[in-house]
């Protein structure tokens, strides 16, 4: 189980022209601060210095968060349909993956 946020949601067209949506979705994890560790003093410096920059100037967002593609789907406006989820720009959901099915469950 995974949790995923919708990313983006644009129209195409299928193969065969059939209009359809481009569904893509990111997986989401929390960042350790303390998993990335520089290897060098000259490295470690810079990462002070920077953690310090966005400590003083807020304009510099920290982030607690990694993104990464997960899923993009391409599904026709039947196949969409027949999913029965409505999908929604950074809504979040926890997906699993059991029995070669894939569920999305709305958190």
Not at 45 to 63: G, T, V
Request: aromatic share 8%; hydrophobic share 40%; glycine share 2%.
């Amino acid at each position: 189980m995974f949790r995923i946020r919708v990313n983006k949601i644009e129209s195409n067209r299928d193969v065969d022209g059939n209009l359809g949506k481009r569904i893509e979705l990111l997986e989401e994890r929390e960042l350790n601060p303390y998993v990335l560790r520089p290897q060098t003093d000259e490295a470690k410096m810079a990462q002070d210095i920077m953690q310090a920059l966005q400590q003083q100037m807020p304009f510099l967002p920290q982030r607690q968060q990694l993104s990464t593609p997960k899923l993009i789907l391409f599904l026709t406006e039947q196949e969409y349909d027949s999913l029965g989820i409505v999908f929604d720009v950074n809504q979040v959901y926890e997906v699993v993956l059991d029995n070669q099915a894939i569920r999305f469950r709305k958190v």
